[in-house]
């Protein structure tokens, strides 16, 4: 029901826009974020949207969430990436919970694959 796509590589300093694209309901209610897993590492948050956002501090001023809730779709523009962004991407959403936490979430794509070069 969401489906993450525009992971790829790209060198340090370069941008890449990920979208999610929500299928089979409506996800306008839920709050929907992106969150990431690096090799060998946990899950973490990257960033969240509802009525506002919020990002992890790694991201702030580099990344942008917003959302298209009539197209259903999600996106993430990735700025002035950096090697330590290289992860695999998740969008999710969820309806309650701490949205910086992954448990929050009840759907989740299958993720994209971030590499950023040095």
């Known amino acids: 029901q969401l489906q993450a796509s525009g992971g790829g590589l790209v060198q340090t300093g370069g941008s890449l826009r990920l979208s999610c694209a929500a299928s089979?309901?409506?996800?306008?209610?839920?709050?929907m974020g992106w969150l990431r897993q690096a090799p060998g590492k946990e899950r973490e948050f990257v960033a969240r949207?509802?009525?506002?956002?919020y990002y992890s501090h790694s991201v702030k001023g580099r990344f942008t969430i917003s959302r298209d809730n009539a197209k259903n779709i999600m996106y993430l523009q990735m700025n002035s990436l950096k090697p330590e962004d290289t992860a695999v991407y998740y969008c999710?959403?969820?309806?309650?919970?701490?949205?910086?936490?992954?448990?929050?979430?009840?759907?989740w794509g299958q993720g994209t694959l971030v590499t950023v070069s040095s």
């Open positions: 999710a959403a969820g309806l309650a919970g701490v949205m910086t936490s992954p448990r929050a979430y009840d759907y």
């Open positions: 089979g309901r409506t996800f306008s209610n839920y709050f």
């Open positions: 949207i509802m009525w506002d956002t």
